[in-house]
């Protein structure tokens, strides 16, 4: 393949340049929630989108770095803050690197009984080491929370694994704020 280059524009927190644009509304998170039975009436009222991913199409293969960009928007299911379904590598030697475009959010990351926060706006890199369960909270309420994502080829996802041993850690809604809430 050939080189290229993607434009991303700071101040909008924006990829302009994208292959596939990935959707995720309410009814796709139902199972990922604290609760279900409110997602599933929010869903079936008004199925509001809560994330988006816009992917630059690489080959997943080792040796190649897949990049993106998530934007997730405000809002909340029965308090818990709009976030991203969180996973797991398929391959669990693949580490991670997200960097803070615009507004704010949390990094929650999870391996057998630990849990650690990383709190994320324009210009955090953070790190998410092999083997470490990542999901991400917008925790603005007015403002889009957007981070670009770099990723082995080869990283894979596997959802199935976060979702049956939950997530330690929920980000409720708090008035302007938000709370930790152990599980
Ligand atoms: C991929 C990376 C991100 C997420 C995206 C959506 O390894 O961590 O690009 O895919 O933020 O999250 P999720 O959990 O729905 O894939
Ligand atoms: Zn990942």
Not at 20 to 39: G, N
């Amino acid at each position: 393949m050939k080189p290229f280059y993607s434009r991303i524009n700071f101040e909008k927190g924006l990829l302009l340049d994208y292959d596939k644009k990935v959707i995720r509304r309410i009814s796709d998170i139902i199972p990922y929630v604290s609760d279900s039975k409110a997602a599933e009436e929010m869903a079936e009222n008004d199925d509001k989108i809560v994330y988006e991913v816009l992917q630059r199409n690489v080959p997943q293969e080792p040796g190649h770095i897949q990049h993106s960009i998530t934007i997730i928007k405000p809002g909340n299911i029965q308090g818990e803050l709009f976030m991203t379904k969180g996973h797991y590598h398929g391959n669990e030697q693949s580490a991670e690197i997200y960097l803070g475009l615009r507004g704010r959010g949390l990094l929650v990351m999870q391996k057998d009984e630990q849990t650690e926060i990383i709190e994320m706006r324009k210009g955090t890199a953070a790190y998410i080491p092999p083997k470490w369960a990542h999901r991400t909270i917008n925790i603005n309420a007015d403002q889009d929370f957007v981070f670009m994502s770099f990723f082995p080829g080869d990283a894979g996802y596997d959802y199935k694994k976060l979702q049956q041993e939950g997530i330690n850690i929920r980000i409720m809604k708090d008035g302007d704020n938000y709370k930790e809430v152990n599980i």
